[in-house]
């Protein structure tokens, strides 16, 4: 299940991302640091460039043997320019799409339906 909600009357921004599962939570707090530091022109030539400080870190909550337990969880290192290059060497050189038509129609037809839930 997916919720997306938006409001202009918040004092704090929502986590990024929040799952919850049978056995515990998931909350990242902050956005994808690569696109935090391309807003500030921070760029890819940095060692650090989209590299999530600790304080980014999403925190796994869960119950094991009766106990609470915590932690953060270390964010997995991306790549956005990896799509780009990808896209460019299909456009411009015919290589196989990374991303398949099927899976852009799919992505497509769900944006739809929640929409039309919405305004059901």
Same mark, same amino acid.
């Given at each position: 299940?997916?919720?997306?909600?938006?409001?202009?009357?918040?004092?704090?921004?929502?986590?990024?991302?929040?799952?919850?599962?049978?056995?515990?939570?998931? #909350?990242?707090?902050?956005?994808?640091?690569?696109?935090?530091? /391309?807003?500030?022109? =921070?760029?890819?030539?940095?060692?650090?460039? !989209?590299?999530?400080?600790?304080?980014?870190?999403?925190?796994?909550?869960?119950?094991?043997?009766?106990? =609470?337990?915590?932690?953060?969880?270390?964010?997995?290192?991306?790549?956005?320019? /990896?799509?780009?290059?990808?896209?460019?060497?299909?456009?411009?050189? !015919?290589?196989?799409?990374?991303?398949?038509?099927?899976?852009?129609?799919?992505?497509?037809?769900?944006?739809?339906? !929640? #929409?039309?839930?919405?305004?059901?």
């Amino acid at each position: 299940k997916v919720s997306v909600k938006s409001s202009y009357f918040r004092l704090k921004e929502r986590p990024s991302f929040v799952l919850y599962g049978d056995k515990g939570t998931f #909350i990242k707090e902050t956005k994808d640091r690569q696109e935090e530091d /391309l807003k500030k022109f =921070y760029l890819p030539d940095h060692a650090d460039f !989209g590299l999530d400080r600790p304080q980014d870190y999403g925190v796994l909550s869960y119950m094991e043997d009766g106990q =609470y337990h915590e932690e953060k969880v270390v964010s997995e290192v991306g790549d956005y320019s /990896l799509f780009y290059e990808a896209l460019y060497e299909t456009l411009a050189n !015919g290589a196989e799409p990374l991303v398949k038509e099927e899976q852009t129609l799919l992505l497509m037809t769900l944006l739809e339906e !929640g #929409i039309a839930s919405l305004e059901n």
